[in-house]
């Protein structure tokens, strides 16, 4: 994000005594915003192509310290602006990212109550964002306490989404395709069990919430840079087709704490009649803050391995022993106990994780089950839960530490906190300085049951800061962090580009547990994604979980095919290859494409995409000429016709076509697959069938 | 703490297959507790000079989270052992402590629930304690959240009581002295308005609770080391006279998370026919585990002044500026904004007092104000209120602690934390060091308004586990607390003497408001104190508080002679001289008193004793054969007919008596005081009238 480069910001002021509302449109002139004070409650529209896309919606707060912000405003000026710079991130799909807006700010005064409120609106190609703002000055809110957030999303007719059940505490919910009037009899379906989980409506749905109108319009909408304030929902009036936001609550029930000057997150609306412009939004990025940090350079995109799967999938353990019924840190002596031998972050594991990723070119081995205290870790709202730098007896750091890096490779640090993030935040420089001092330089963090302070939840305001906090602390010691269970991402990453990860909804350790529906992945990038990168950890190549742990129920609901494609489908500069080096060695030829993918870009292309049905991207891995495309598809397969046009004109590449074998089938014959080679120009078309579930990868590089 | 000397420590193990209820009487045999499971219920009793103090009470606890711990219960053994140790405190009212006890230990099973709890009864001479113990092996109970603990104390008649209201979040009310009976009708009135706070019935009461049966029998109930459990009530069953425990709940209601092996805190009974035992009793020190540090050589009793009555009393402010309605720390740039003017902690006026302190041999100077963020300190449940290490313009850090230093004192820190404890943990590891950097050894606190975590109170477990933690890693930087609006303290100065002062009642501050009653300081020796040390800032001159600031109406209700008797009979390793430099030049022949009182000591005496209306205490300097004496009356006034039967016989000493003058009353003459000088030896007696709301000091030291 250096290196910016601002090519036009021109101000244009309009004040008028009394004010009227006023439109804003994007720069292409397909987005159109018009907003109003109308009967003193502030009020907007947007429309797309000339037709309304979202219908006139209000927009307030009630508060719980004060006279509400649900009307009596008077509209005191309109400001428009337009805005177009292109900056680069420090990674990411595209090398450069264009921020073209155009910008209407309304001023408002509640002349009762001496205050103000303003709202700025952003209106780019691909879509809407708006805030709220509360100036300092002449405010007689210095302070205020939010009850509710009443901002309308007035939908324009009965659309098709793809939603997850509205929580406090969890995204891990498989995503329901339906009406919008079908979301009330389908949500306790929806609702699977969760270590922590609390839902509050039949209709409140999670953002980033993906429709697709009856005309053949997307519309998504979801919110950016989440600082200082309360995640957001969306509870659906599904007589009127109406969502309204609807934010998580505090200990007390309150669900902000206000402080002016400040302002609400971005909500964001993403808008075309192609699917794939979808994927190709940078709205979210484009609303958040430019990068923070001075010095980047210790920020890399990761590609890793982990001890892990053995034990989601595996029956292995984190703990280390069956001796105690629960463990008190710094008084339970764990040499003293006996081990159940069950525990495979062990030294001699490790070091073959180590050793596998050395000759296979991954950067890092994450190792889960390191530390102290896994035998009663969760579902005792337990406080001094981990201190984050004792290992277990058969873990030796500084060894570890060394062969790793004598190798090239280092370990990735782990911290689950169990919730505990009063515990964590008092170990928190502690943890990090050990990390330093033996070379670490990444962290997987968990937020894994409910949250202590007790009372408070995954997504309020007091969590969502202590996950920023996590990240800026770490970034004092040049720490990159990958938060498990925390909020859900919505484009820090840009602000903070040491916050390379989040998990944030059901990755593929749910395919070990009851599995994850075939469409997951198509669904995927057009919600989760389009805050920031996810940890999916893909790469799965026995899909029998059975096969590994005869207790378990799991299938993973894929073909081998379509888990190489998700390197490509699901962007992230943190990829792992989650499965047993021993299940990779029975498929070296397919593996090699885990081995060649790239995982940090100059130039990204969504060549086909319907949510719920099929995506395929393709991707220039950075400062190369060579490209990557992955196609992952829904239950009911898919056929791709792709145009390589993206290549450079005249050149010739070698394409490597990972594909489905004929007869390959999510469920009953997973592992059949076909790799072909074959010249490709610029003007190669290829015509692919995916299988149900399934997908393909390619490489392609210029031949010298 | 250390050279501890283990005189003697016998163990009977006494074990039955069917057992039944023991006995275990004190060493001197006057104090007898009978303990035993009663239809399943764990019942005790405890009996003074061989007449019932504590009728038969039971124990046990609901639980939010499984069957009650309220019955069911089977004895399965008994325990007695014999202890006697005499031990040396840090610092202290005494230089060597005895601890001499027998013990009765009750092992308990609930069969059906498969659980285990004990009790454990420590008998002395002057009371009892005992506490519930949860053992790890065998108990189906590894962790349980207490709903509420139901601890009875049956009174055995409607004894008399001075009380204060219970309360989830401040201590600081007016004592009342009422029969039990009265405690209801009298609770209304009993509550004056505080920044937080959070009663909960109409018959709860705090401890430490002194009462006075109508046999002349002083009882105190109250609690020792409190560690990881909410601080307890009393709630008055005031038909039957039965108190029972009632816990401080947390954010969601429960009142403590525990984990086996556990205990809760001691629950305490001081008994004695004779009221100057209550105030000698070690009871509560005693039943604290030995000193956690190997190290003390860093902990020093401190005589100190301040830049605080200024702006207690004095209408100065703690504020830089009014030029803005709330602040960003970090964010608002103060040197730009243009100052007050009446913020008396800069630099000009800090080394006036440290010119002050150091010409009468004070050891610190306190300075509140000097750093940023006081604009909006309070009442807007704040998160980031101070950062603690940003000073406002006008107070450089580095000179005034230099100058200081050169002239031989210390200046002493200041934490006011706004109830903000999130805030505080992020920013203690580099307070601390910036305190250390610049020379502080030691810090006041302070807790003023609602806790953030939000919900949380101010005795919650939550709580008293930040006070703990906040005690444990000043120690790692050799720093002494002095914890306002804390807990009140259970005796844990004995394990962690670096907490060499608290709050928890109202202090002197109080007079520079609405005062406090004239008899406060004859009750605060029998209540406040018997867990420890209180910050309480004696030493006020000018009781016309308008003399200082037109607006108050405030009015010190003591004499001046009162106020230097305070620094003996309000023992504390902590003593402020609180009044402005100015008043004390006024008076500097009764300020000389304040030069000379020592703040540690080898030994104590209580001369004197009723609550409620005089307490006269003689106090031995440490390291020396110079005596302190010192008496405060009610508004009553008290006459004293003192043997100095302590001095040491055969040698002769001179003793300055600094006393009310024959016309002083608290109201209408506070400052007419007499000094008067004479030769005293062991055979003496002094003859003395306290006026009302009076006292008197003296020193004693031997003619060379």
Redesign the interface.
Known sequence: MKNQITIAAAMVLGCAAAAHGADVTSPGGQITVHADVIDGVPTYSVDYKGKPIVKPSTLGFTLADGPDLMGGFKLTGTETSTFDETWQPVWGENANIRNHYNELLLTMDQPEHYRKMNLRFRVYDDGVGFRYEFP?KD?AM??F?IKEENTQFAMTGDHTAWWIAGDYDTQEYDWTESRLSEIRPNMIGSISSNLSQTTFSPTGVQTSLQMKTDDGVYLNIHEAALVDYSCMHLNLDDKNMVFTSWLTP???G?KG?M??PCHTPWRTLIISDDARDMLSSNLILNLNEPCKYADTSWIKPVKYVGVWWEMIAGGKQWSYTNDV??V?LGETDYTKLKPHCNHPANNENVRRYIDFAADNGFDQVLVEGWNEGWE?WFG????KVFDFVTPYPDFDVKALNDYAHSRGVKLMMHHETSGSA?NY??HM?QAYKFMEDNGYNSVKSGYVGPIL????HHYGQ?MV?HYL?AVTEAAKHHIMVNAHEAVRPTGLCRTYPNLIGNESARGTEYEAFAGNKPFHTTVLPFTRLQGGPMDYTPGIFEMDIKKLNPQSQGHCNSTLARQLALYVTMYSPLQMAADLPENYERFADAFQFIRDVAVDWDESRYLEAEPGRYVTAARKAKGTDNWFVGCTASEHGHKSNLSLNFLDPGRKYEAIIYADAPDAHYLTNPQAYVISRKTVTSKSKLKLTVAPGGGYAISIRPIK
Do not use: L, T
Request: no cysteine; hydrophobic share 15%.
């Open positions: 300092q405010n210095a302070y306490i505090d200990a007390q309150n704490h402080q002016s019924p629960s008190k009663d005792h709202s337990k406080d009063r935040e008092r420089a302070p007790r009372g408070e007091w800061n906090y």
